[in-house]
């Protein structure tokens, strides 16, 4: 099944700038990470970093990486982490013109420890940060052309409030030139009770793109087959892509299942940002007109690539490393 997208266009502060086929808005920051297993934040100990980071930011420099034009709405303070965050997005591609460079807060950051179970422990230090300062874009239909999707993650929305307000403004303004909205809630249960700011982005997908916990916190559903029926109650989606961790994903439309999406293994080093890697490729997978398969075949090569370098957007890849990941494990 091919599944192709209308084109249409970007942001601006005021006039024309870029335009760019994906774009996304959220938070950057910067990870300093434990580099073996086992060892909590409270041991005095070493660490690795600051790796450039932010779930956004690891979407956008890998859509950026697979040669598609890619721009981001953020803020970053006037120090030298968010030299590390820019300097690596530029280096990839991604257009930063709408990104806040201010010295009335400081860039974020993310200490974070892991054991050897795989679970993850971070101690975040983000109240002060610019990317909350960002504002929706002016709306300026003429310049709209060339954007095909806005990219939306649960967990920028739950970052702070009047950050959110500034997403949401922007996703309907996408919405009605014309772009279709891609979500991927990735917040559990345990880090929010409110999740109405999640629904109204869910409300407004095309793409929805979470994983089992996530599903069944927006639906309210404990069967996943009751959840999958309940999203498609909604006007907007087209496509939901479940992804199961190992299990790899799945991809539905109105029609049911189209396919099922087993993971490409490689000797993990570091998981953090696969999925969000995952989601850009996907997005790119669409934005070429590929068929949902194709599509998920991306996602996984890219996942794959990313869990396999130690850093959150370390992962060797590219158009070229993606298409060999494939070609490897589809034979």
């Known amino acids: 099944m091919h599944y192709a997208l209308g084109s249409i266009n970007l942001f601006t502060k ?3 700038i870029y335009m760019a086929e994906i774009i996304t808005m959220g938070e950057l920051l910067v990870e300093i990470m434990r580099p ?33 034009s890619a721009a981001i709405i953020s803020g970053v303070g006037d120090d030298d982490f968010g030299k590390n965050v820019l300097s690596r997005l530029k280096k990839d591609g991604v257009n930063v013109d709408n990104v806040i460079v201010s010295d009335k807060g400081n860039t974020g950051v993310a200490f974070v420890s892991y054991s050897s179970d795989g679970d993850r422990k971070y101690a975040f230090y983000m109240s002060n940060s610019p990317f909350t300062m960002s504002k929706a874009p002016a709306n300026n239909q003429e310049e709209f052309r060339d954007t095909k999707f806005m990219h939306i993650m649960g967990c920028s ?28 809630p990735n917040v559990r249960l345990e880090m929010t009770s409110d999740i109405s700011v999640l629904k109204e982005v869910f409300a407004n997908c095309a793409v929805l793109m979470p994983g089992v916990s996530e599903l069944k916190m927006l639906t309210g559903e404990q069967s996943i087959d009751d959840a999958i029926a309940k999203v498609f109650q909604s006007p907007a989606l087209e496509i939901l892509v479940l992804k199961n961790g190992s299990k790899g994903s799945q991809v539905y439309t109105r029609k049911g299942l189209e396919h099922t999406q087993p993971i490409y293994k490689v000797k993990q080093a570091d998981a953090t940002g696969a999925g969000d890697s995952y989601d850009a490729a996907f997005i790119c997978g669409l934005a070429e007109g590929k068929t949902l398969a194709e599509s998920a075949q991306m996602g996984a090569a890219a996942g794959a690539l990313n869990a396999a370098a130690f850093g959150p957007m370390e992962g060797n890849i590219s158009v070229d490393t993606v298409r060999e990941m494939i070609a ?3 034979r």
């Open 36 to 68: 073996q297993e086992d060892t909590p934040l409270y041991e005095t100990d070493y660490f690795r970093g600051p790796f450039p980071s932010g779930a956004p930011g690891i979407f956008i420099s890998t859509v950026a990486r697979l040669n598609h």
């Open 14 to 16: 005021g006039r024309l």
């Open 157 to 184: 929305l739950m970052s702070n409030a009047n950050f959110a307000n500034e997403i949401i403004k922007t996703m309907h303004m996408m919405k009605a030139n014309g772009v279709k909205i891609s979500f991927d």
């Open 328 to 330: 490897q494990n589809e």
